[in-house]
């Protein structure tokens, strides 16, 4: 039986994990290698040294089990990790639980920048100093990302050049000025600074921009400068890797409450957040001494995982990056305005696309009303104000708890608050003034936006 | 020497501290009660009984040094106590000090609040619902207090009706929509709900409100309701005593540390974060075990420590609650709109302000510009935002640590942060674009003000 007389486990620094756990090799059937669109053959290390520093690169391909991560980021990660685990008892007794479904959450708004995106950022600033860099370039939608590299940046002296969707630029002020202050440069896309904003511009002078159009102009400014580096915040293999330490301590946190999760829940945009909490408990399937089950939720609004199709495709939507094999609902799929701004993306991270491929990870979408309602839910009985990504995350735990009462079954639940919704209130206030709108996404517009998947390659 | 290999001092739940400091018997100097306005005698129980509960009023006036924190409201700690402890090793290598000179925090945003105010919400909301209390009223500026209050009355499932000053209600609506996320009615006030809110409505419909016609409102729903209590965030001696839970942890974690504070800094508006740090490593000092300095800090816009004076004085610009003895501005005195909204009040708690007036407490004001300075120092180093009112403690700690450096000394800095900023990127952005204007205090302002100090007693 677990121990009922703690609330949260909070790790001393001295048992923080010193390297983290790449899933690759451990990857059930043949890795499918991202492929350059052109000629169709697999991508090596030197497509990719415009845009990244070579141990990132290495990492983004590596065969090791374990990377230890270096002291100076052990140094940066030790500001707010070992981050907290709790047992979500207040919210389990707002449930009418007894006890016999259990309820935990890992707790990543605790960091500065108030998700789990420094645990990539940081190691990313690290390499990039180390081989020379002086500059990252990046995009960012609602924020999180742009926050993120921000503050890794400011951390090891390195510029940091932003290129923020001009609609958010406009209407997520906060998030710039919490940018700006610790250092960044930020500016609204499409911008003058660019060749690609400029010629979106030319045509358009009035363009409330894109992900897409962001990603192009942080690209250009990389590829074109010797000592800049365009970094990114998720789907990436690497970027999965450095997350994974959220999982690498859940697990001493678990054995700590002496309980041991049946299911591991977390929200899916591009994937990192969940790959983060559950490949270090995937680690223990896949060797064939755990039967956990693994619960990746998203949005109906952007149904990459229960609806989209698995093949190959761009990671941006203006079609420039390597092929990747995943689920994906075309790059041209524009998703509609759902808060959870971090869940909004065509497709997901290929490593665990493979693993829904494999059977092995369920997925399920919600809308963003009844996400909204398990958030403040968890905010009146735990206190913590969710982002709207991880509130996903919170309704699927619900769901997963009052079917196992239902059945009258024993059920141990950890999720992944991978952020505070402190920057998303206009959100809530949405919510609660019943002004939110539901997004059902209609076959035909999927059917569209598949249209625009590339040609595929020839079955080896 | 210091540990040098520990970033943060994270104490277990189980050493949680079990009972809360109280300062009143160990005040130098005959106490000196707060005063009935009308009769100039000391005010009873009884006099406080139809606004607060019993448990809360036998603490007011407690001459018990410790008091035990009852089970539940430790349950509800839990959530975020014991809070963090950092060495600012990265401020100080951005300010060029080698370890002689060697700052800390104490990190209070921890909380789902995000400030130290639940500490004191949390203990108030579980006394009055052990009173049988249905409901809490109470005023808020800024908003800090009227979340941290919202919180705690969804935790003991209470009624909270929050008067929020119509200026901030149309300026701060995240922190509105922040009190009603956790189920609170707010009100802009003025407003049609009381007596006070008519009258002035009907005098002038377009006032955007104050501080003390906000307290009038709640007060007067408390007063004319046995269901309904009212609470206070700061000045009572009961707040400053649960606040101690800060102090109390900040000195286990120092001994955790091997280091020794030589000086314990906070900001100060009402008192209660500052009193929360500093009393029980005061209590050192008034046992004569220790010689630490403290330091208090304040806005040059509202100098009430070192600019006010000594003297019996109403704790709100109405006129209405008992006199107190306190530094004062004259409660007419209005705070030019600094960005540090919880610094801007004409008095401070009564014990503090003895411990100034008997020399053990030294005051310091600043500028808000070269705080802000701080505050962006601050989180290039450490990565936290600050909310504007603990950035006086930072600059405070900063100073210190230049001047010990100066002179060669060796000095131990301690200090609260108390609040994070993620509210106050406006006041970050205006600093950022250099619009951020200061407030000098004219002494023919301070004269004016002054004037509106009551009769004082007779002496004894």
Excluded at 337 to 366: I, N, Q, W
Aim: glycine share 8%; hydrophobic share 40%; aromatic share 8%.
């Amino acid at each position: 039986m677990p121990r009922e007389d703690v609330t949260k486990v909070v790790l001393p620094e001295s048992e923080l994990p010193t390297a983290w756990y790449n899933i690759l090799p451990d990857l059930p059937g043949e890795p499918l290698p991202p492929l350059h669109p052109g000629t169709m053959q697999p991508v090596g290390p030197e497509d990719l040294a415009p845009l990244f520093p070579e141990a990132l690169i290495m990492q983004e391909v590596s065969s090791e089990r374990w990377i230890d991560i270096p002291g100076p980021v052990l140094d940066i990660y030790k500001q707010w990790r070992p981050s907290p685990l709790y047992r979500a008892r207040r919210l389990e007794q707002s449930l009418g639980l007894t006890g016999k479904q259990r309820l935990y959450y890992k707790w990543e708004g605790v960091s500065p920048a108030g998700s789990h995106k420094p645990n990539t950022a940081v190691p990313q600033a690290y390499y990039n100093k180390q081989a020379g860099i002086r500059k990252l370039t990046t995009e960012t939608g609602a924020g999180q990302w742009g926050s993120a590299l921000s503050y890794a940046c400011a951390t090891f002296d390195l510029e940091c050049l932003v290129f923020m969707v001009k609609v958010s630029y406009e209407h997520k002020p906060y998030r710039r000025v919490m940018m700006q202050t610790w250092g960044a440069n930020v500016h609204a896309s499409p911008s003058n600074e660019t060749q690609a904003g400029r010629n979106i511009l030319e045509k358009n002078p009035e363009s409330t921009g894109s992900l897409g159009i962001a990603i192009s102009e942080a690209v250009e400014i990389a590829a074109q400068n010797a000592d800049t580096s365009y970094a990114l915040g998720s789907v990436l293999n690497h970027v999965c890797t450095h997350q994974t330490i959220i999982g690498l301590e859940a697990k001493r946190q678990m054995e700590a409450f002496e309980d041991v999760p049946d299911v591991v829940i977390g929200c899916v945009g591009g994937g990192s957040n969940y790959a983060g909490i559950s490949y270090p408990f995937a680690m223990d399937v896949l060797e064939g001494n755990a039967k956990t089950r693994f619960l990746a939720v998203e949005p109906e609004a952007c149904p990459t995982l229960t609806r989209g199709i698995y093949a190959y495709d761009f990671g941006d939507t203006a079609g420039t990056t390597p092929l990747m094999p995943m689920y994906t609902l075309g790059h041209d799929f524009v998703p509609p305005p759902v808060h959870a701004g971090g869940l909004r993306y065509h497709g997901d991270a290929p490593s665990l696309c493979g693993l829904v491929k494999a059977g092995m990870y369920e997925a399920r979408a919600y809308m963003q009303t009844p996400v909204f309602e398990a958030a403040l839910q968890f905010s009146r009985a735990e206190g913590f104000l969710p982002a709207p990504e991880p509130s996903h995350a919170i309704k699927g735990a619900i769901d997963e708890a009052l079917a196992a009462r239902e059945a009258d079954e024993e059920r141990v639940i950890l999720f992944n608050m991978c952020g505070h919704g402190h920057f998303d209130m206009s959100a809530y206030d949405a919510f609660l003034s019943g002004t939110l709108v539901d997004f059902p996404l209609a076959d035909d517009a999927l059917d569209a936006s598949l249209q625009s998947l590339p040609p595929q390659p020839a079955p080896a």
